[in-house]
């Protein structure tokens, strides 16, 4: 146990500055050419191998550093060199965690290295949890797992959505449900090798963002995994399902139950602050425009305040439209995602927002403006 220090050790230093020099050299520059073309960027990603740093060894080494903080400097620096392009590369991690935290030793020593391949043979890793129907409420995933005791196989089928690496990794990490009654506590993860039929990509989503990271539905047809796909064992899993059927039902139940509930009213308080917000807007515009057509002064900045108000909340408010429609509202087929888009212009023409600021700040305080 090493003691909590935010003072970088000379191998954090050196790690943190190999990264930065290969997103400044490499990732940066090709940002925006995989925005624009929206794919993984396999030349970056065989470069980040060829270097080592997309490899079992360097997550080992980095997601067993004590302190800690080694994985958030590496993020940091390749976020910094492009988020799409950074997730492309570290997206495996997803499921290279998943197996740790849920994989008996053999199945971490056996997956983990799967996830990554070889510089001359890459390989990706997808971990999927999110459906169609169940985002935040992970409870009440559909997808299910059933075992086919004469054969020793898992039998998985349903639908897994917004999976980072989906359908194009190698290897899948996926929750599944094996007792729905029990909610979370009945769901288990498997691991689906490469090369297994019934799984395969559905929908690839077109998104505002994080373009470089490959975004897509997981479908389980009939996909059958053998037995020790199951992380954790079948043994661990029945004595845990056991234990959950043993009476510890009701306490989870009842707490969805309660998000359920308060869901709706969250998305109404959302609501009223978006409205209110436009609602002053729109008097603030209102105001100025009343002051500028009967001949009034612009005393204390009041056309600025309506420009700089009604800008800044055009890109709130249709943050916070995206925010309440999740994955939703992050893809293209959704207009709020380009309405927040060409809503950040407002704060940019006609005199930026920091302008604005000056022109108010300067007319409360009397100094005179030319
Ligand atoms: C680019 C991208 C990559 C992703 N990659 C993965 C991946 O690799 N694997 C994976 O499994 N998933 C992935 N996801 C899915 C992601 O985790 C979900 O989108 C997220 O959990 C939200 O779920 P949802 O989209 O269903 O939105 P919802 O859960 O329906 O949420 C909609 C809105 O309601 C709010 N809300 C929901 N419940 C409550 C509550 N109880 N109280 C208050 N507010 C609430 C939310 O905050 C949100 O604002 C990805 C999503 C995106 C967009």
């Known amino acids: 146990m090493s003691d909590y220090s935010l003072e970088l050790n000379e191998d ?19 940002g925006p050419e995989w925005d624009e073309r929206e794919e993984t960027p396999w030349p970056i990603i065989e470069e980040a191998a060829k270097i080592g740093l997309y490899s079992y060894d360097f997550i080992a080494q980095a997601f067993s550093d004590p302190t800690g903080l080694l994985m958030c400097l590496v993020s940091e620096e390749m976020s910094w060199g492009d988020a799409g392009i950074a997730l492309a590369i570290f997206g495996s991690t997803l499921a290279v965690a998943g197996i740790f935290a849920n994989g008996t030793p ?6 983990i290295p799967q996830c990554f391949g070889t510089p001359d043979d890459i390989k990706l890793a997808a971990f999927g949890v ?4 169940a985002g935040s409420d992970v409870s009440s995933l559909k997808s299910r797992a059933v075992y086919d005791e004469a054969k020793d196989e898992w039998v998985l089928n349903g639908t897994k959505t917004w999976i ?8 899948h990490v996926l929750v599944l449900s094996v007792d729905p009654t029990l909610g ?9 090798p490469e090369g297994t039929p019934g799984i395969s990509q559905g929908q690839k989503f077109k998104k505002m963002g994080i373009r470089a990271s490959h975004t897509a539905e997981v479908i389980l047809d009939d996909c059958r995994v053998p037995g020790r796909c199951l992380l954790g064992g079948k ?16 306490s989870t139940q009842a707490a969805m139950a309660t998000f359920e509930s308060s869901r709706p009213i969250v998305g109404a308080f959302k609501l009223a602050d978006m409205k209110m917000h436009t609602d002053a807007a729109r008097l603030l515009v209102q105001r100025a425009a009343n002051m500028a057509a009967t001949g009034k002064r612009f005393e204390n900045g009041e056309g600025s305040m309506s420009k700089l108000y009604a800008g ?13 429609l999740g994955g939703y509202g992050y893809v293209r087929e959704n207009p709020v995602e380009q309405w927040h888009r060409d809503s950040k212009i407002y704060t940019i023409f006609e ?19 030319n």
């Open 12 to 30: 954090q230093i050196q790690i943190t500055k190999w990264v930065h020099e290969f997103a400044e050299n490499v990732v940066r520059p090709a």
């Open 235 to 250: 043994e661990k899993l029945d004595e845990r399902l056991a234990r959950a059927k043993e009476g510890k039902r009701t």
């Open 130 to 133: 999110s459906e169609p129907d």
């Open 184 to 192: 979370s506590r009945g769901q288990a993860s498997f691991v689906v």
């Open 106 to 111: 053999e199945q971490t020593a056996e997956w």
């Open 351 to 369: 005199g930026t927002s920091e302008v604005q600021r000056l022109v108010i700040s300067r007319a409360i305080s009397g100094i005179h403006i």
């Open 164 to 171: 980072t690496n989906g359908g194009i990794a190698n290897t």
């Open 312 to 324: 800044e909340n055009a890109v709130w408010v249709t943050e916070q439209a995206i925010q309440i």
